[in-house]
């Protein structure tokens, strides 16, 4: 237990540098159109793997705190199955197979990855400041509160930036409003979280840090297949 | 039901356990209580999933109810779960349970029965049609008679219950060797498992790699990393490592299955060997260096005597062809050194050249002479002592003498006397000890020196001029007597001789010819018994002349043969012109004609008796006898050589 402990403490701070470096390389580089000069061109696959990279160190510290969550807290079991009902984002349709997700265009895939980001970000953000006012968890966990909400905005911008260039590709089509949807998507659900449990949160977090990453993957594998896929 | 009690049970006591954790957590120190209490729920099993409870630990005595042992997915795209009837043995026919499953995708969602079952492994099998990914199950297992036995802890999303099939190909090889030939490592790959798709981005697995000796028990286990290859370092040579690895998907928690285990082995490599050639190759490097420094010193034999043992100085006689010096050769040494080839060398007595070996070192100079050769057989000793002008072709020079060039250095000039500029008197002395010449010469002379004019005889005793050189002087004189007062009588030789015909056919003309002569004849009868004296210093300094021009006493007109010596008694005399020790110097004692009696028996050598308390030396008597008998012209006849002594030959010489 001391170990998990010591890991709880070790991962924040180890995840904080790599996301300094990973969000700062991730917004720093502009992209570019037409190989403008002073411009760091990026790649689609390169991008992709940042943004791959992203989500699974997200879903790492979603896990993390889950975990620790449960071992604070003791929960019961049965919980998993009331959980459910409970997540904001059950309203969104997700492909819930590798199936599902492969045959769901791409242009859906990717509203999918951003709907779920964009509902997290608040939810996150509230979760982290309930953790901060309280003094019973220690301060690793408050830490990784903040890192996941911080995480989840990065990887927003990320994925978006991704899709522009995409679109720029004329890989999707430019029907994806990402401006426009998650202020739709925010409005709708802006109050279900808010009943939600902290507990709930980090699960329903997690599972929703998962799928991300899933589709992000498949999405990577679809249309850039080298380079680890 | 006892189910739902036996499973309340647990709940009941952990929500009691956690309203105590809650209220301990508000408390400022409570962490450390917290940590231990969590640490001893560490078995609590992860969420989303009942199956990891350990239903003996919990329930030992309670009667155990039908439940599911464990749902497993190894893709993420099917899962199976396996159920027990517990100790409800009458259930355990196959289609006596049931099992259904709600998936709650919506709120209206139902119960639904298993899609697919294995009665023989009592497993449900749900397909990629009826399985769903991050959607929560909930198992249910019903009997006859709707008898339902639900746990809410078997309720589950599938990427919670994945555990990936183990890694296939699982290889290694040797990467390096330590240096000390211990230890090696090892890289060891693999792939992944078939049913995940990692292909398409489907699952992403991390694999754990474990190792342990042969015959232990305990795995070391290595960092989870998502690569498909890791190495194994530091495994120790000759020992036998087992090896095998697993995986599960990143961010989770659940590992799959071990894979089969994989033999690690290397065997000690000899590497002995580089050290052998090395002292091998030091061994010869020495040996080859040794051969080559004695090579060099064989080679360079000549040189390095030359410079580690100088040559001693050996005995060379100039105009001599050092070849005859050597064993065999005698009879050509001895003809050259007799007058053969460059005019010879005096001879001397064989006696004299066993006690006195340095003999060897005699220069001749047998080319220049300044004089003509026609005034050899002329001069006398004395002429030749006193360096007359007409000196012998054959003069012998000392040793150092600085006016003969001698091509050899070695020579045993060492041993001879300062040559730079000898004094006069040494120079008397060294003539007057110059042995006489032998008696044919003598004679031979002498009846030349009759017929010759006496204006050179009369040259002969004036010494006013001193010698002109003393090289022209014989190397011996004859001690004809010895003054008491340790003046040594020197016999000249032939010169005396001379000087009795002289003073026998004295003549007025003779006298009349030059004052001097005149004079000097005049002396001579004067001074009968006048003698010049050389002292002999008998410690050898070196040789001091007196001066003083003294008076012998007349010796007996015939010495008794049986006697041993003759005291010699000094008698004053009044010195005549030869005042000063160096220039009035008769190196020759010049008897009274009268006197001759006295010297016409003396012999060229006598032997020195004993030294009395003047420091005179006191000489045997001369025999009487005839004229010293003609040497032989080659004294030397096969055992005895007269002009060079070999050292075989030494032997041979009769005392």
């Not at chain 1, 996941?148 to 994925?159: A, C, F, I, P, T």
Request: glycine share 6%.
């Amino acid at each position: 237990m001391v170990d998990r402990v010591a890991v709880g403490a070790v991962w924040p701070v180890l995840v904080g540098l790599v996301f300094c470096g990973e969000l700062t390389t991730v917004d720093a580089a502009p992209l570019c159109t037409n190989a403008q000069a002073g411009c760091h061109v990026l790649s689609l696959a390169n991008l992709f793997d940042r943004v791959i990279q992203h989500s699974a160190r997200m879903h790492g510290i979603s896990n993390d705190l889950h975990s620790e969550f449960e071992l604070y807290f003791l929960p019961s079991k049965n919980q998993i199955g009331r959980v459910s009902r409970n997540c904001h984002t059950s309203t969104i349709l997700t492909p819930n197979g590798k199936e599902n997700a492969q045959r769901m265009a791409r242009e859906e895939l990717t509203e999918v990855i951003l709907k779920l980001l964009v509902a997290w970000r608040d939810p996150l953000w509230h979760f982290h400041q309930g953790l901060a006012h309280h003094h019973d968890f220690n301060n690793f966990s408050s830490n990784k509160s903040l890192e996941m909400s911080d995480m989840v905005h990065e990887l927003r911008k990320g994925v978006q930036k991704v899709v522009e260039k995409m679109q720029t590709l004329g890989i999707i089509s430019n029907s994806i409003s990402s401006l426009a949807s998650p202020e739709v998507l925010l409005a709708s659900n802006s109050a279900e979280w808010r009943l939600m449990k902290d507990y709930d949160l980090l699960y329903c977090f997690r599972r929703d840090s998962n799928k991300v990453q899933n589709y992000l993957k498949i999405l990577k594998c679809r249309i850039v297949p080298e380079h680890g896929c | 039901m006892q189910r739902t009690d036996v499973s309340t049970v647990p709940h009941l006591h952990l929500n009691g356990v956690r309203q105590s954790i809650i209220m301990a957590v508000s408390s400022p120190s409570s962490n450390l209580l917290l940590l231990l209490l969590i640490s001893s729920l560490d078995w609590l099993s992860t969420p989303g999933s009942a199956f990891l409870i350990d239903w003996d630990h919990m329930t030992s005595s309670a009667p155990l109810e039908p439940h599911f042992t464990e749902c497993i997915s190894r893709d993420q795209e099917t899962f199976r779960c396996w159920w027990s009837p517990g100790t409800f043995h009458n259930l355990s026919s196959p289609g006596a349970l049931r099992v259904f499953y709600l998936k709650k995708e919506s709120p209206t969602s139902e119960w639904k029965e298993c899609p697919e079952y294995i009665h023989s492994n009592r497993e449900c099998f749900f397909d990629v049609n009826h399985t769903s990914v991050w959607i929560p199950y909930c198992m249910q297992l019903r009997g006859q008679n709707n008898v339902t036995y639900f746990n809410e802890d078997d309720c589950f999303t599938v990427e919670n219950i994945v555990r990936p099939d183990p890694p296939v190909s699982l290889n290694w090889t040797l990467l390096n060797i330590s240096p000390s030939g211990l230890s090696y490592d090892v890289m060891v790959n693999w792939e992944p498992p078939p049913s995940a798709d990692v292909g398409a981005g489907w699952m992403r697995i991390e694999y754990e790699i474990q190792y342990r000796e042969r015959n232990s028990t305990n795995w070391e286990a290595l960092e989870i990393q998502p690569h498909t290859q890791q190495t194994i370092f530091g495994l120790h040579i000759g020992k036998e490592y087992e090896v095998h690895i697993r995986c599960r998907m990143q961010a989770f928690v659940k590992f799959g299955e071990f894979s089969d285990s994989v033999f690690i082995q290397v065997t000690e490599i000899p590497t002995k060997e580089s050290t052998i050639p090395l002292t091998l190759v030091l061994v010869f490097g020495i040996l080859g260096i040794l051969i080559l420094i004695m090579l060099i010193v064989v080679s360079q034999q000549h040189r390095l005597m030359m410079v580690l043992l100088p040559p001693v100085p050996a005995p060379k006689i100039k105009g001599i062809d050092s070849e005859l010096l050597k064993k065999g050769k005698l009879d050509e040494l001895n003809f050259i050194l007799t007058g053969g080839g460059m005019g010879g060398l005096p001879t001397y007595a064989p006696d004299f050249y066993q006690d006195e070996p340095w003999v060897e070192f005699i220069e001749v100079d047998a080319d220049d002479g300044d004089s003509g050769g026609k005034e050899d057989n002329r001069g006398s000793d004395t002429q030749r002592l006193l360096g007359l002008p007409h000196p012998v072709s054959h003069r012998m020079n000392m040793g150092c003498s600085n006016a003969i060039s001698f091509p050899d250095d070695d020579s045993g000039r060492a041993s001879c006397y300062d040559a730079d500029l000898p004094e006069q008197d040494t120079l008397m002395l060294m003539a007057t000890l110059l042995p006489g010449q032998p008696e044919d010469e003598e004679a031979s002379l002498d009846v030349e020196e009759r017929a010759s004019e006496r204006s050179e005889r009369s040259l002969v005793p004036t010494q006013t001029g001193g010698p002109q050189t003393w090289v022209n002087t014989d190397f011996y004189a004859q001690v004809s007597n010895v003054m008491p007062s340790g003046g040594v009588v020197l016999s000249p030789g032939q010169q005396l001789r001379i000087q009795e015909s002289t003073s026998a056919t004295e003549d007025e003309p003779h006298k009349g010819k030059e004052g001097e002569d005149g004079d000097e004849t005049e002396e001579l009868k004067q001074k009968e018994l006048q003698f010049q004296l050389l002292v002999v210093d008998p410690e050898g300094n070196g040789y001091t002349t007196e001066s003083n021009v003294r008076q012998i006493s007349t010796p007996p007109s015939s010495p008794a043969p049986g006697e041993g010596y003759q005291t010699i008694h000094p008698q004053p005399v009044e010195t005549k012109p030869a005042a000063t020790a160096e220039d009035n110097q008769s190196p020759y004692i010049l008897p009274d004609s009268p006197q001759s009696q006295f010297f016409a028996p003396v012999a060229d050598y006598t032997v020195v008796q004993e030294l009395d308390s003047h420091h005179s030396l006191l000489l045997n008597p001369p025999p009487r006898q005839s004229p010293p008998p003609c040497l032989p012209q080659h004294p030397l006849k096969a055992p005895m050589p007269v002009g060079y002594i070999t050292p075989d030959l030494l032997g041979n010489l009769s005392p």
